[in-house]
């Protein structure tokens, strides 16, 4: 299973990935995860990138690019993928389409988390993100049981830098200026398939797992 996850910020992308990397067996790769791993670490990349995250714009597609395409080459994407927040404009799903070409490995699908922006400021206001391993917790939706700790390791949480007001105002406009665009170009390619993201987690697992499974068999 060859798999992209695409939606608005704060539309469940990363909660999803869990769970559907885990039923299809195929690693998750987040490209906010992958700045926010290097940002934490201190790396050039990660002060790169936080440069642009800060404002809500996207990293420039060269440094993004690069990334993605050496992460494809790692022997755990034998069996598959699930990319999260990666392609996010047209440049990126048409260098992704001639690496996956070059490997002779095409996408399967694309899974359309669809969402209004009244769920995704509350869910994004309310998000509380664990510093040491990077799990999503809700303040209301998914409060961790000891309150600013994060259930699996303990970990401090934290409000992220770009989930304050005015980022992420400027997130859902690049969002619709820059990433929109990619649902038609995936629909073009026959690989588009659109879930409705609200409701419980597990019910959206469900009908997301029964979209893709029907796409596989
Ligand atoms: P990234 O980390 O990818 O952020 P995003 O796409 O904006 O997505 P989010 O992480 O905000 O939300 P999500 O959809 O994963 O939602 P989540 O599951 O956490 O990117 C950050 C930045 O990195 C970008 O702005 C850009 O600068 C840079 N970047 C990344 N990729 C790039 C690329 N390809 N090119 C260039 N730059 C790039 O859920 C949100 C909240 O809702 C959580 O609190 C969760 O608990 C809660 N929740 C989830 N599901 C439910 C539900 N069903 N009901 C109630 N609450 C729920």
Redesign the pocket.
């Known amino acids: 299973m060859r798999l992209i996850l695409v ?1 608005p ?7 999803q990935a869990v769970h559907l990397a885990s039923h299809f067996g195929i690693p998750h790769i ?4 992958i ?1 926010r791993a290097n940002l934490k670490g201190g790396t050039e990349l990660g002060i790169l ?1 936080q440069s ?2 800060d404002k ?4 420039p597609d060269s440094v ?1 690019n690069e990334m993605v395409k050496d992460r494809l080459n790692n022997p755990d994407v034998a069996n598959g993928f699930l990319l ?5 404009n047209v440049f ?1 799903a048409e260098v992704l389409r001639a690496i996956l070409a070059e490997k002779q490995t095409p996408l399967d699908a694309v899974l359309e988390l669809a969402i209004d922006d009244k769920e995704i400021i509350s ?2 206001s ?2 509380r993100t664990c510093k040491n391993c990077g799990t ?3 303040l209301v ?2 409060a961790p049981v000891i309150s600013d700790t994060c259930d699996n390791c303990q970990g401090e949480l934290y409000q992220r830098e ?1 989930d304050k007001e005015e980022v992420v105002t400027r ?1 859902l406009e690049v969002y619709a200026e820059q990433t929109k665009p990619i649902i038609a170009f995936y629909r073009s390619e026959g690989l588009l398939i659109s879930i409705t993201a609200t ?3 597990s019910e ?1 697992s469900q009908r997301a797992i029964a979209a893709l499974s029907a796409v596989i068999s």
């Open positions: 939606g910020p704060g539309a469940g992308k990363g909660t987040s490209t906010g995860d700045f990138a642009y995250m809500g714009d996207l990293v993004t999260d927040g990666f392609p996010r990126q869910r994004i309310g998000r999503s917790f809700h939706n998914s770009d997130r409701g419980e987690v959206i």
